[in-house]
């Protein structure tokens, strides 16, 4: 059965367009996983609107947390408007809420004329377990370095796994655990969003550098880097000149771009 890992949005922060950003994608973090008779989606930015919801398939969307870049698709979710349409959002509790408390907080009037539940399908919102089997999919969780917390995600599924860490500041502690969590992965997504340079000024916003991400996926011993939340000025030329470093550095090194599909 089919493992396959489908980018529909790469940015982080806020949404961006023009020519200059046409390859890697203006749209925020939101990943399809296809695993047989699941369809999971990871986060909800503005890349889940091209989606196009498979009919046969169960929806659920894994959230890693509740920043407005990870969570302003949502309303525009085609399969929201299907009538009988069944989908599960699993996110953990944030600042005091729950996530159906949390999404309320931006998906209601006067800033949305809409709740979730006014929309034609049946969505019912889940707090994170420990760990959980979606289908024949496992899934486990650890906690991430970033502001307000989010959340990283380990997808099994017949025997090959991914690794979800966008929104990770590194520190030495959250790298060696993050390593341990993903040790063996066949995909592990890091959050790349700063260039070295960069990072010197950004500490504490809850991001991280190429370099770390190479230096996680060596300790873990992961088969494929895919670097993603790209700074929203990150031009296509500029990501093209970091893939090409970092892709010489480590085998199986890329800069995710829209439309890209990973089979497992």
Same mark, same amino acid.
């Given at each position: 059965?089919?493992?396959?890992?489908?980018? #529909?949005?790469?940015?982080?922060?806020?949404?961006?367009?023009?020519?200059?950003?046409?390859?890697?994608? +203006?749209?925020?973090?939101?990943?399809?996983?296809? &695993?047989?008779?699941?369809?999971?989606?990871?986060?909800?930015?503005?890349?889940?609107?091209?989606?196009?919801?498979?009919?046969?398939?169960?929806?659920?969307?894994?959230?890693?947390?509740?920043?407005?870049?990870?969570?302003?698709?949502?309303?525009?979710?085609?399969?929201?408007?299907?009538?009988?349409?069944?989908?599960?959002?699993?996110?953990?509790?944030?600042?005091?809420?729950?996530?159906? =408390?949390?999404?309320?907080?931006?998906?209601?009037?006067?800033?949305?004329?809409?709740?979730? =539940?006014?929309?034609?399908?049946?969505?019912?919102?889940?707090?994170?377990?420990?760990?959980?089997?979606?289908?024949?999919?496992?899934?486990?969780?650890?906690?991430?370095?970033?502001?307000?917390?989010?959340?990283?995600?380990?997808?099994?599924?017949?025997?090959?796994?991914?690794?979800?860490?966008?929104?990770? =500041?590194?520190?030495? =502690?959250?790298?060696?655990?993050?390593?341990?969590?993903?040790?063996?992965?066949?995909?592990?997504?890091?959050? &790349?969003?700063?260039?070295?340079?960069?990072?010197?000024?950004?500490? +504490?916003?809850?991001?991280?550098?190429?370099?770390?991400?190479?230096?996680? &996926?060596?300790?873990?011993?992961?088969?494929? #880097?895919?670097?993603?939340?790209?700074?929203?000025?990150?031009?296509?030329?500029?990501?093209?000149?970091?893939?090409?470093?970092?892709?010489?550095?480590?085998? +199986?090194?890329?800069?995710?771009?829209?439309?890209?599909?990973?089979? #497992?």
């Amino acid at each position: 059965m089919e493992f396959k890992l489908t980018v #529909l949005g790469t940015r982080g922060s806020v949404p961006v367009e023009g020519k200059i950003f046409e390859r890697y994608g +203006g749209a925020t973090s939101c990943y399809k996983i296809q &695993a047989g008779n699941e369809e999971i989606y990871l986060d909800a930015g503005s890349g889940i609107f091209s989606s196009k919801p498979s009919k046969d398939k169960r929806i659920t969307i894994l959230l890693s947390h509740m920043h407005l870049d990870h969570l302003v698709g949502l309303p525009f979710f085609l399969a929201l408007t299907e009538k009988g349409r069944s989908i599960e959002i699993f996110a953990d509790k944030r600042e005091g809420l729950m996530p159906k =408390e949390a999404i309320d907080r931006l998906i209601s009037p006067p800033f949305w004329p809409l709740k979730i =539940e006014d929309y034609p399908a049946d969505v019912k919102f889940l707090l994170l377990p420990k760990k959980f089997f979606i289908g024949d999919v496992e899934v486990e969780m650890t906690d991430s370095t970033h502001p307000n917390g989010s959340t990283i995600y380990k997808l099994t599924y017949q025997g090959k796994s991914i690794v979800y860490a966008t929104d990770f =500041e590194h520190t030495p =502690e959250g790298c060696e655990a993050l390593a341990k969590f993903s040790a063996g992965c066949d995909l592990l997504l890091y959050d &790349a969003q700063y260039m070295a340079e960069e990072y010197e000024r950004c500490k +504490g916003y809850g991001h991280s550098t190429p370099e770390f991400g190479l230096k996680v &996926a060596d300790k873990a011993g992961v088969k494929k #880097l895919l670097l993603v939340h790209h700074a929203p000025w990150r031009t296509d030329e500029e990501l093209d000149n970091m893939e090409k470093i970092f892709s010489a550095r480590r085998e +199986g090194v890329s800069f995710a771009k829209i439309g890209d599909e990973v089979f #497992l």
